[in-house]
């Protein structure tokens, strides 16, 4: 799961994200108005975390932009302003929560998880598709009610393609989905073919079908055989 912070406070957005790396997200950073305009036009996040006062901007301006392009990413905010006109007006123009500063990285955390899980999976702690079954709090996986070991990239990857059934999806979206802004230096397009050869072996090993189907100069689709 991808998540963009948006904050201009480089010791709370490093705070940030280092404590959500470590809880499994892959976190890109913008501190400026215009650096977070670019990426959101640029990229998809699945939540979207946003200070108000930025440098050479406001944050409800993200969130319109957001709105404008029908992006599908949550939306938290984080503001020190704390006035009951700013949450309603938050809320209103299309954000999911409001954070007031200071806030415990734990409770964010938390709050990330919910957000994502209610948007992107129902609200339910487990994703099923098929014979595929993963427990989202817990970071695991089933394939026919048999537990399986995935690494970190694995386990990302398969929820990339869970949350895209029968989309053709290039190199370069899983890559960038999986690294951020460090893709380019991890060899990325060889790691993705790498990373989906080992969840295809992994998958069909516990009894699964060959699900991923790849695409002559496009890339892959997760989809019924």
Request: net charge negative.
């Amino acid at each position: 799961m991808k998540i963009l912070v948006v904050e201009d406070e480089k010791g709370l957005a490093e705070s940030i994200t280092d404590y959500l790396s470590r809880e499994g997200f892959v976190c890109e950073v913008a501190n400026t108005f215009w650096q977070a305009d670019e990426k959101i036009s640029l990229y998809q996040y699945d939540c979207t975390i946003v200070d108000l006062t930025l440098p050479d901007g406001n944050g409800f301006d993200i969130i319109q932009t957001l709105k404008k392009i029908a992006s599908a990413t949550g939306i938290i905010i984080i503001s020190a302003r704390n006035t009951l006109e700013d949450k309603l007006k938050g809320l209103e123009i299309g954000s999911d929560d409001y954070m007031t500063k200071p806030f415990h990285l734990s409770e964010l955390n938390a709050r990330v998880k919910s957000l994502i899980r209610r948007r992107n999976f129902g609200g339910n702690n487990d994703m099923i598709w098929k014979d595929i079954r993963v427990n989202l709090p817990a970071r695991k996986v089933f394939i026919k009610d048999i537990e399986t070991t995935l690494s970190r990239k694995e386990y990302d990857l398969l929820l990339y393609f869970l949350s895209n059934i029968d989309v053709a999806l290039t190199k370069e979206s899983i890559a960038e989905h999986l690294w951020g802004d460090n893709m380019d230096s991890a060899d990325s397009l060889d790691m993705v073919y790498s990373h989906i050869k080992n969840l295809r072996r992994k998958i069909v090993e516990k009894g699964g079908k060959d699900y991923i189907q790849s695409i002559y100069g496009i890339g892959y689709k997760f989809t019924a055989p």
